[in-house]
């Protein structure tokens, strides 16, 4: 027995050794999974041992599926290539980081010291200010710092505390020390990511996960999560993410740790700053919210006392929380710590402040505000990195920082002058070298280097660092540039326990299911945007029915359609989708314009790009699937046209168009929960199908109009089939008028959509205590009633403008009372009345 399992440690050796064979640690710096001898460390030693067992197939195909899993989960960071930004899917290294448990409880030690040491700064900052009165932390240093907010000196944190949540970027040097590479206590991200990077690789190598014993991450967030909920002292009251929005880089992120920790996400125009507190715009109208988990700069919170600028905050946000009325995740005005220079003088405050040194160092930091430091730096300027004071070091390297190694004579001379001119900005630091770790990269293991990044949270009058972290890891051996900017991947880490680990999670189990049928508040933003959407996508469909009924005309080479052709394209001028000075052109230059004109508010690569650019805000209420179609329309109508013959080239992009928008109406009529978000999307829909309905009645039916309007009406409604089946005869006008105007059962008829209108506004809020119909309920039934009392033959010019105005008031309604500072829903009604 002895000698049988003899032989299987002697295989499963071998077959580690052989796994690792082709690893090679960079030279001169400390590798994470081998010692200098060349030899697995202990603790990576089972990992490894249970990852060779696959084989490299095995391991290739568990790692796509990890990859597959991030992409339908929707996971994407933004890289700002251009303006705009691009969409990125999530760069996950498959590999992780293995931390022991003994280094664990070190490093839990030694940053839950340094998150107490921030905290006793920031108070003294914005309090006392003894550390400055004393010399130990330059009043220059303070004062000069852009994130110092000096509205709010002399102001305590409401809840009591500056610091919650906490970040903190550490590198292991070449002596195996773990040293801080820089804070993070302005908005930290990285967290929500971190917990995605769990759940994608939990996945793929769920027996490896289970067998290793790795620490959970979700004690913490159930630890944080009830930490928010004792702050908010009243059972009504909302706790939010207060996110930039859907351009950040970090949006995603943002998104998801709402859902998780069952937060709200909204941004800075669905906050209403009043006397007795901070509230909430929503279709319903205003809910009280007494906690904000803030992922905004401080600086663009409030543009009444900050930055006047910002279109990211609340006006009077500060008053608010100098009356106590709100508590700010992490404090307005934390961003203090966050500076370079702030390292400089750290070491030196932790046995004044704490009566200890700090237990794990931060990178040797000098502030050059001194003119004695200066010389001193200027001199060792060779071995140094200058960098800006006050901003705070990114993801491992920034264009702000510069290798005095690299400078030729002319850069050094220059940057030695502008030290000396203003020392105060500038910073020296030691060059940092990075530990590596191992990634899976062509079928074997390669060292690379990494940060890391831990995150702790206040709780009640302690700290919790996370088992766990956010793991970046650098694209080529280069040991200082790590940014996923750069091409930078990232990675989970895990901390191995001593004994057998409880399961424990936030996401929901079968077991841990309540039954609900809602899904929480609307903000009125939310509920906005999707109005939008609805409106621009069926905008969008009505152009691209337009274009192609013209074509199919034009290709007909038939001279009596001359007049109808037309008749569409002025129809087209008309909307804004082609410019108004396109005359005695082709129909398939018209067509092309329509297709290609970004610029005009009517066009389809104008319209397509609104409705994406509307989603993308709410972009979490939509499914992987609904979100694609979106994205994959604005995408396909902004390709240049395929090079042939016009008009085949123009029709393939418009059939293909519109079979992506019925998709779309497809998935939102049986994918989406058909609550308020859908209703509203809804809306947008039905009110700019009956109003762009009116307008193709009063264009091809009035008299005088050429010969096949009547055609190209039925075409346009889609109900020539129905018209076929029901007359067998040509195109008259009462009839046609009848079923694109009248007919309760043609789905494209406006009176159809006034039904839906109906149906939709019933089952939002707005009903008064007597039971009678609101204002805007009023408009449409108005409207609907018009419709069901009057003959097709009745119908004339005047009716159909007078109702398209009516759908438009209609929709103005709608917004004032649901969608636009939603302050209070009566005096919005009142308004109406």
Not at 255 to 266: E, F, K, T
Request: proline share 5%; hydrophobic share 45%.
């Amino acid at each position: 027995m002895a000698a049988n399992l003899d032989t299987i440690v002697e295989q499963e050796t071998a077959s580690l050794d052989r796994f690792v064979a082709s690893y090679r640690p960079l030279p001169g710096i400390f590798d994470e999974m081998m010692n200098g001898d060349g030899r697995v460390r202990a603790h990576w030693q089972p990992f490894l041992s249970m990852l060779a067992r696959l084989g490299d197939e095995e391991i290739n195909r568990r790692f796509a599926a990890a990859d597959r899993y991030l992409r339908g989960s929707g996971v994407f960071y933004r890289v700002y290539e251009d303006a705009a930004g691009s969409e990125r899917p999530w760069p996950l290294s498959h590999v992780p980081l293995i931390i022991e448990p003994g280094e664990w409880r070190q490093l839990a030690t030694g940053l839950v010291q340094r998150a107490e040491l921030l905290e006793a700064v920031l108070a003294d900052a914005y309090g006392a200010a003894q550390l400055s009165r004393d010399g130990r932390l330059p009043a220059a240093l303070i004062a000069g710092n852009p994130e110092f907010l000096r509205p709010l000196v002399g102001v305590p944190p409401p809840g009591g505390a500056h610091l919650r949540f906490y970040a903190v970027d550490i590198g292991r040097g070449a002596d195996g020390r773990w040293w801080v590479l820089g804070d993070r206590a302005q908005a930290p991200s990285g967290a929500g990511y971190a917990i995605e990077n769990r759940l994608a690789l939990s996945r793929a190598v769920p027996d490896i996960y289970r067998t290793t014993r790795v620490e959970r991450v979700a004690p913490f967030f159930q630890a944080f999560q009830a930490e928010l909920h004792a702050l908010s002292r009243q059972d009504d009251a909302r706790i939010c993410l207060l996110t930039p929005g859907a351009m950040n880089e970090t949006y995603f992120e943002h998104a998801y740790l709402a859902r998780y920790l069952g937060l709200m996400l909204v941004e800075g125009e669905d906050l209403s700053v009043r006397e007795d507190g901070v509230f909430i715009r929503t279709v319903s109208g205003l809910q009280r919210t007494e906690v904000l988990l803030r992922r905004i700069d401080a600086d663009f919170a409030d543009p009444l006392e900050l930055n006047a600028a910002s279109r990211l905050g609340a006006p009077g946000l500060l008053q608010a929380v100098r009356d106590g009325k709100i508590v700010i995740i992490n404090s307005l005005g934390a961003g203090l710590v966050e500076a370079r220079a702030m390292l400089a003088f750290l070491p030196a405050l932790a046995p004044v402040v704490l009566g200890t040194d700090l237990a794990i160092p931060n990178v040797a930091t000098w502030w050059l505000g001194r003119s004695d430091m200066r010389e001193e730096m200027i001199e060792k300027l060779d071995r140094m990195v200058i960098a800006s004071a006050f901003e705070s070091p990114n993801d491992g390297g920034s264009a702000s920082e510069i290798l005095g190694a690299k400078l030729d004579d002319a850069q050094r001379q220059a940057l030695i002058a502008s030290i000396r001119d203003r020392g105060v900005d500038y910073v020296a630091q030691e060059a940092v070298t990075l530990s590596s770790m191992p990634v899976w990269r062509d079928g074997r293991l390669q060292p690379r280097p990494f940060i890391l990044r831990l995150f702790l949270a206040r709780v009640g009058e302690r700290w919790q660092l996370m088992p766990g972290g956010f793991v970046r890891i650098a694209e080529n051996a280069d040991a200082r540039a790590v940014s996923l900017q750069r091409g930078a991947a990232t990675a989970d880490a895990w901390v191995l326990a001593h004994g057998p680990v409880m399961e424990t999670t936030l996401l929901p189990t079968a077991e841990r299911i309540q039954v609900q049928r809602a899904t929480g508040l609307l903000p009125s933003r939310a509920a906005d945007n999707l109005f939008w959407v609805g409106r621009y996508v069926e905008r969008a469909e009505a152009t691209l029915r337009l274009v192609r009924a013209m074509i199919n005309r034009s290709a007909e080479a038939d001279e009596a359609a001359a007049p109808v052709i037309a008749s569409i394209g002025s129809l087209l001028k008309a909307w804004g989708a082609v410019a108004a000075d396109t005359g005695g052109t082709t129909a398939a230059f018209t067509a092309r314009a329509a297709l290609s004109r970004a610029d005009l508010p009517g066009s389809l690569p104008y319209l397509a790009g609104a409705a994406r650019s509307a989603a993308s805000v709410s972009r979490d209420r939509f499914s992987p699937d609904a979100w694609r179609a979106i994205s994959d329309l604005a995408t396909m109508i902004a390709m240049p046209l395929a090079i042939g013959p016009p008009e085949s080239a123009i029709i393939e992009r418009v059939e293909a168009a519109l079979r992506i928008i019925s998709s779309l109406s497809g998935l939102a009529q049986e994918n989406m929960t058909q609550l308020a978000g859908w209703r509203f999307l809804e809306l947008g829909r039905r009110i700019e199908r009956a109003i762009l309905t009116g307008r193709l009645v009063r264009c091809f039916t009035q008299s005088g109009e050429p010969e096949g309007g009547l055609e190209v009406l039925l075409e346009l409604a889609d109900s020539q089939i129905t018209y076929r089946q029901r007359y067998v005869m040509v195109a008259a006008r009462a009839p046609v008028i009848d079923l694109v105007m009248l007919d309760p059962n043609n789905p494209r008829s406006v009176a159809f959509q006034l039904d839906r209108i109906e149906t939709h506004l019933s089952a939002l809020p707005g009903r008064d205590g007597t039971g009678r119909l609101s204002p805007v309920q009023q408009i449409a039934a108005s409207i609907a009633t018009r419709l069901r009392t009057v003959e097709a033959t009745a119908i004339d010019e005047a009716l159909v403008i007078d109702i398209e105005q009516s759908l438009m008031k209609l929709s103005d309604a709608i917004t004032t009372v649901y969608l636009t500072n939603n302050e209070r829903s009566e005096s919005a009604w009142e308004a109406l009345a």
